[in-house]
């Protein structure tokens, strides 16, 4: 090995060592809570009548945006449905729309959902959608889909098709995208408990102790 | 004997166009990845970014190396396609789900895992990437070890 190949090898290593030292040491002086936490006000993050379960009068309001095609909303969706369900008496879960423009079925599947919601039956497609997610993710005809969805629910066809096929729905699609931007919503599923940002999904455990803390207060 | 032939055939072929055939599919990869970003409008990933950062100087590098008649030339540019390589397998097991990968949050702007296309059920953006990487490394590797014979 000659001089020159030396001091490059030397050169580079120092440069790899001070840039992994130095992003290590900017991680453990900024706690991960801090970096992605942050508080919104509630009001922008909930939405005119979006869809909603849980507890009417809660002491935490649990908020989250999602796209029915991104695989890790529907990874943390069984997680949000177990803990929404253990805390139902103090906790409501809102839902709000936030389609990515990466996923080219998230905006049909959103508007089944809400085509759904108008015969009472969003969180049953919601979470069928999840569910079923990779049967219909990657599909070319969305719409079949909706409708054998549909008449898994039992839903008026004629109408779940007349719905879905129309665009009512954009702009409560729209809204949740500008109201997420807005919030700071960077990638889904992102969720704001009682205003506090959250991005990416979470264990059980991690919920529980969010949701403890925020009934503490 | 036939074999022999074939091997002849196959080391004049490379040292008289090799390094024309790797900028040729350098150039390509080139071009179809902007055509794919720019025209079709795909927002390229991340990895899609580091591998482009390997392939597109190759285009210019190999076309001073051959303008000038340089043979070390493949000493420059072999490192480039070997760490696209590196970075379009990692890709393509994840694309294919060969390793498992961690649920990331789904970002706003391009995912690496997005199926953009799906030709004949099984060429996607990642496996064209790979097969024009090992392309050139094929091809830089035979040019170098046949020039260093002759030397």
Redesign the interface.
Known sequence: MNNETKVLIAVAVGTIALLVGGASLFSRFTPQNEREQQTVDNALVLGENSPSKGAENPKVTIVEFA?FQ????A??DPIIRTVVEKYKDSVKFVFRHFP????PNAVPAAKAAEAARLQGKFWEMHDLLYDKQSDWA?SSNFTEKALEYARSLGLNEEEFKKAFESNQFDQVINKGKTDG?AAG??????FFVNGRRF???MNESRWSQIIEEELKK | MLISTYSKMIKNLVLKYGLYIAWFQALISMIGSLVFSEFMKF?PCLLCWYQRIAMYPLVLILAIGISRKDKNVVWYALPFSLIGTVIAVYHNLMYYKIIPQE?????????C???YI?WFGFITIPLLALIAFIIIDVILYLYLTYTKKDE
């Open positions: 796209d991104c695989p890790a909303c990874a943390s990515l423009d990466t996923h990657e931007i919503v960077t990638a889904t599923p992102s991005i990416g999904g | 927002a649920i990331a949050p789904c970002e706003i702007g391009a995912s895992f997005t199926k799906d």
